[in-house]
């Protein structure tokens, strides 16, 4: 592959995977709020577990899109340091 | 949306094996015969006999064969050097370069017609995922033994609350993510191929997909790996 080529295709790798996650966070986020309000409070709790979940779900999406974000940061400046 | 033409499946059905004409079959030996798993031993037969053909005896100075081995294994070496520390890369090597593998040419193998993708069934995705999921548990507990919970409570004491469900969600989310990306992606193009060879395949309609389907089929194995790789060094690493 040239070189452009391949840069674009790690590109893709680093970041094309950003959405995907950040949708599965709070996915999962939500599903445990509702499974919690719903089979294991029997309806009492209703409808607060699902917003806590959702919250919590939405916070942790934003936390792997940071670190995604952190994590190509120090690998741009680790060669920095090499020179 | 089942594929017009699986040459495999038509020779155990002339064999007279119980080939499942849903996606999965009920009794054991038709989920034997279902089509991925079918597909999935090709995918094996196929890397394996390619190998032992190439590099049945090796030599000092490098054929074609053992040329093309040594680009695509030196290569991925690197790649995982660079990200995961020479240690690790030396340690893992075996496992991620065999998925790296299986994942590539089992999403490549879909573009030929009369094939079908073990990777666009849920089943190995899933598969897949949970061998690397639960090994990046267990590097993390045999890197640091009972303080592998430090990885789940961040910085300070009075964070806990908030960040322990913060991380255990997106910790699970990993699993969802790395299974359902793979498979949605070769889904997708297999499906999409088959609708668009259905409606105009003698104007070859396909070929615009298929091509994007090469560039798709690579990336989305370097994906999986990218992220096998950065799962294995985060849980070999320190605590914040």
């Known amino acids: 592959m040239s070189g452009v080529k391949k840069e674009f295709v790690q590109l893709l790798a680093n970041y094309g995977h950003v959405g995907f996650t ?28 699902t917003f806590i979940g959702l919250a919590f779900g939405i916070a942790a999406g934003y936390k792997t899109l940071l670190e995604i974000l952190w994590r190509n940061k120090e690998k741009q400046e680790k060669p920095k340091r090499e020179d | ?25 009920h009794t054991f030996l038709e989920q034997l015969c279902a089509p991925y798993m ?51 890369a030396d340690k893992f090597f075996p496992m991620i370069a065999t998925f790296a593998l299986y994942i590539a040419v089992g999403n490549l193998i879909g573009l030929i017609p009369g094939f079908m993708s073990p990777t666009s069934s849920l089943n190995t995705t899933l598969a897949l995922t949970l061998i690397v999921w639960i090994s990046h548990h267990i590097i993390g507990f045999k890197e640091h033994g009972l303080n592998y919970y430090k990885h789940f409570i961040g910085p300070v004491w009075w964070l806990i609350p908030l960040l322990l469900p913060i991380e255990l969600i ?24 088959a609708i668009l060879f259905m409606l105009a395949g003698s104007f070859f309609a396909p070929l615009p997909i298929m091509i994007l389907g090469v560039l798709v089929s690579v990336v989305q194995a370097m994906v999986f790996v990218l992220l ?8 070999q690493a320190h605590a914040h």
Not at chain 1, 34 to 48: A, C, E, G, N
Not at chain 2, 6 to 16: A, C, M, P, R, T
């Open chain 2, 170 to 193: 997106s910790n699970l989310a990993r699993l969802l993510s790395l299974s359902i990306r793979l498979f949605g992606n070769i889904m997708a193009k297999e499906t999409l191929l």
């Open chain 2, 228 to 235: 096998t790789v950065v799962y294995f060094s985060q849980a």
């Open chain 2, 1 to 25: 949306m089942e594929h017009p033409i699986l040459f495999i499946s038509i020779i155990l059905e002339k064999l007279g094996l119980p080939v499942p004409h849903g996606l999965v079959g």
């Open chain 1, 22 to 49: 950040f949708v599965a966070s709070i996915v999962i986020g939500l599903g445990g709020g509702i499974y919690l309000d719903q089979k294991v409070f029997d309806d009492r709790t209703s409808p607060w577990f």
């Open chain 2, 38 to 88: 079918t597909y999935t031993w090709l995918v094996m037969a196929f890397l394996f006999l390619v190998s032992k053909l190439t590099l049945g005896n090796l030599e000092m100075v490098p054929g074609k064969g053992q040329n093309f081995w040594e680009l695509v294994i030196g290569g991925m070496d690197d790649f995982f050097a660079d990200n995961m520390g020479r240690e690790m």
